[in-house]
């Protein structure tokens, strides 16, 4: 399934030409994997004030899905990980270049993140879909095992097709490939009493 894209009246051309670049590697994406994945990419009318945080309802996203939304002009990602995702993620540790996320910390990932699934709860990943190497957008490569320009042992994740950077479903950066970092995790949290609902770009210390 490929990825559908909402925009928005009052995006101005720039957003729009970069939409358009996602929207293309996003169908490529879409043929190489065979797990579903849900994408929306439609900013809040707070979110068009810069650094405002977005509210997103994840109450439709199911297991093996991903939502995509703009925060600061760039995309979120998020993904309800599946028992089988989780369980991958203590496998390739040997293979990635930070598995425990401590390279750049304060600006790649918040201190409630700095655990192996990188996330507030295991089941749900929240990253911005941007490659450190040279911020290009990595494509969904979900589905574990050989496939063109991957290992045979390949357990899942994102592929940059930039310049071949790999990460897992963590958003962790596998060694030997050009991307220095993990993928961010942005700041984000629960709505007060509603799991349903994630805010993005704000948390504990943003509120403080």
């Not at 990825?3 to 030409?17: A, F, N, P």
């Not at 009318?45 to 994840?58: M, T």
């Amino acid at each position: 399934m490929s990825e559908s894209v909402v925009v928005h009246d009052g995006i101005d051309e720039s957003k729009r030409r970069w939409i358009a670049i996602t929207c293309v590697a996003g169908a490529g994406a879409g043929v190489a994997t065979a797990v579903p994945f849900v994408s929306t990419f439609a900013p809040s009318e707070r979110a068009k004030a810069a650094g405002a945080s977005v509210e997103v309802d994840i109450s439709d996203l199911k297991l093996g899905e991903k939502k995509t939304v703009e925060w600061r002009g760039q995309p979120v990602w998020i993904v309800r990980r599946t028992p089988e995702m989780i369980a991958s993620l203590s496998k390739d540790t040997a293979e990635l270049a930070d598995p425990d996320s401590k390279r750049n910390p304060d600006a790649q990932t918040p201190p409630y993140a700095r655990n192996e699934h990188r996330s507030r709860k295991p089941e749900l990943l929240v990253v911005v879909g941007i490659c450190t190497h040279l911020g290009c957008s990595p494509g969904d490569k979900f589905t574990a095992g050989a496939q063109p320009s991957l290992p045979a042992d390949w357990p899942g994740g994102w592929l940059c097709p930039c310049h071949g950077s790999t990460f897992d479903l963590a958003g962790r950066v596998f060694k030997n490939k050009p991307a220095p970092d993990n993928l961010r995790v942005p700041p984000y949290m629960f709505a007060p009493g509603n799991d349903h609902k994630l805010i993005i770009g704000e948390d504990e210390t943003t509120k403080a």
